[in-house]
């Protein structure tokens, strides 16, 4: 059975580009947010086995929607995506229980190495 | 069902089964293969690989006419055979049991039995015979 | 939200997911270390918890929440015992007592008691590791990284004097290190594996009291490859770098996909630009894969000698040094048998009693280097020359004016043989003709160096890969065709006037060297004559003689793939595989020996 997972990120070519990485990877991509408040919705509705998770989004930050997933399912597996320079955002983002991040632009093989092993 | 192919060369029609088929290829240019034997037109490029062309026609003692530029692509485990012929007919369904019926035949060397067909006969190729005779053909051009 | 439009989609799913759970139980109570049976049970647990807590039943998202966290540990540990099995039976049951209340709108009842009679895992002896931990120098967000590998280390035992804290790393700042006391049941191996699938992390070491083992990580599998075996072993660092190029391949499309979209030339110039780096540097990992050690073909000598030694009655040595250099797996194939026939000729017609064989593998930027010298009666030139003569190989003045160093290349002249008897042993089969001409069908070259008693040198110089090879392309009769650089010693046009004749040989002078012409046409069988203004020549060497050969015209330079034919067309003469060109078209590389000796 593939792993389910959530793609938020407010640019289409953002989720266009995870979503082929992570479908190459064999996992199943059941559902698209672009922003915060549609990704908590749709965690609720799906809850998938993992959520990527832009930080800068418009309508609740991707921290706030890590939030908000958290308090619904305290072991939600939420990987945040920053771009280079963000580092405190990140941290914040890990202090509030991220699983992992990936940093923009990213490799594929990075991506999917960092969500093989924090859907492990 | 069993699908086979029909094809025409020096005025003979011949068959060969689908499933021994890659492809068939329209008009690929032949490149010149140097020191190649009678009998071996050159070389295609089928999507990067190079694959000599078998002058299937020459194979079977026609005489060497002006040829429709059609290939018709074998492969197997161990190479691929690109043959060239004088027609391609479109792919005839074939009841395996009529297929099965073949005419045996003795006086042609390379054909494996007759098909009879719509009032036609389809000569089906021998693949072993074939492959056997092009491997002759490279050994005798080689050491 | 008004949540109650999904209470029946939820119910379904949920009764469907403990159905799973039980099939999946007593599956896994009959092979415990079914670890696909105790991941499938791990999630359905967690989706039957997502889906209760997403409803708002918290009794039932505690409770999948619970049996998810006890499986936990058994999905690590990768098996199951019986006494888990029972607690799990009973936790779906009671699941299903919750989702028939649910069902009836009723309030859920309280399961916590079974949560705390599940059953303990048994202590494990504790270790301590005092860690020390360093982070790659690219790592981005550092601190934020060293935050969830001490989340992942913190699942593995107790944390204790660490340094910098959860709090400095909170805080920020660039911290690349970190040392912390780990106590746990874990071994130091098993945390090693753990952390394994971190590359941010550079290095890991363990100071454990008593422990005297070097730090060691990340040791490479060395590959063991066998020729014969038409499969290669492949290092999965190599694979890693696959994947890699593919995701940045595939971010480049994306790339260019937009860049079209939206009319951007200078972002299609780019990614154009990116995807050549990224196709050049697969290829050469690609390149990187074919690679094997040169004692994949070194390996069998010792024996080969000792044996030889044992049927002559010889004391021979043989040394070998630098096999571990690498050359392409295609070049050590045609490598194996020639450099078999060196090292019997070095024992069987080089050494006379005793003495040592010595084969040097050295790599130089482009090249490897293959010497195969032995302490032996080395050769004569003067011998050479004269027996080359009597064989009517080359002729008066040719000996005469020979020098010594050519002298010796002569003994790879077909037909040309060092000793009148065919020894058992070589000189029947491969002949050293044959051994120059794999040489050079490889791209290389082979170079003899001996002196009368003085032992005798052959150095074969190979290519590192014969893959990608420089060709020559030139036309002859209207026909494009091809030749490896390395076989022309130069290009030449000459005009008609500088054509000599001497008998039926037509022949020209380069140098103060008289050279014979041979028509390419002819060799090829095209009668029709060329037009006569001046003469494309390529000057190189057939039968180890220098001879021009006369071509219609040249039509530049390129670097190509060379392929070989598929058998059994491999067996045709006169090329040696085909090249396909930018444009499409097919080109061969002609091998004009082979011609002429098929045409002798």
Known sequence: MSSRVLIVDDAQFMRDLLRDILEQGGMEIVGEAENGRQAVEQYKLLNPDLVTMDIVMPLRSGIEALIDIRAIDDAAKVIVCSALGQESMVNEAVSAGAKDFIVKPFQADDVLNIVRRVLA | ?143 | MDMSKYKSMFLSETEEHLRNMSALLVAVENDPADRDGIDALFRDAHSIKGMAASMGYTQMADLAHHLEDFLADFRKAGTIDPAAIDHLLQGTDLIEEVLAEIAADRPEPDVSAFMFAAPQAEDAPQNEHRLRLTLRENVVAPGARLLLLMGVFSEMGQIAAQRPSMEELKAGGAHRKIQFVLTGSLSRATIEEKVQCYPEVAELSFSDPGDERAPERRKQDRRQNSLASGTVRVDTVLLDRFINLTGELLTTRYALKTALKEQDLRELGEGLGQLEKLVGNLHSQVLKMRMMPVSTVTGRLPRVVRDLCRSNGKEIELKISGAGIELDRSILEEMSDPLMHLVRNAVDHGIERSGTVCIDVLRTRSHVQLRIEDDGRGMDPQLLRRRAREKGLIGERQAEVMRDADALQLICLPGFSTVDRVSETSGRGVGMDVVRSAVENLGGSLLIDAAPQAGTRITVTLPLSVAIIKILLFECAGKLLAMPLSRVIQTQLLSADKVLRRGKQRVFELKGETLPLLSLRKILGFSSPQGPTSLAVIVMELFGRRVGLVVDHFCGHQDVFVKKLPPPFDRLRGTGGGAVLGDGRVVFILDVQSLLEQQR
């Not at chain 2, 689908?18 to 999507?47: F, K, M, S, W």
């Not at chain 2, 005839?92 to 036609?120: F, I, S, T, Y």
Request: with cysteine.
């Open chain 2, 1 to 143: 069902m069993i699908q086979i192919l029909p094809f025409t060369m020096g005025g003979g029609l011949y068959g060969l089964s689908l499933t021994d088929i890659q492809e068939v290829v329209d008009d690929a240019p032949i490149h010149y293969l140097p020191g190649a034997p009678v009998g071996i037109l050159g070389a295609i490029n089928l999507h990067g690989r190079i694959l000599p062309v078998v002058d299937l026609p020459a194979q079977f003692g026609h005489d060497v006419g002006p040829r429709a530029e059609r290939m018709i692509v074998l492969s197997n485990a161990k190479s691929a055979l690109v043959l060239a012929v004088d027609t391609v007919r479109s792919v005839l369904n074939v009841e395996a049991a009529l297929a099965e019926v073949c005419r045996p035949v003795a006086d042609q060397e390379g054909v494996a039995g007759l098909l009879d067909w719509k009032g036609e006969t389809i000569r089906m190729l021998s693949l072993e015979v074939l492959w056997e005779d092009i491997r002759h053909l490279c050994e005798m051009s080689g050491g």
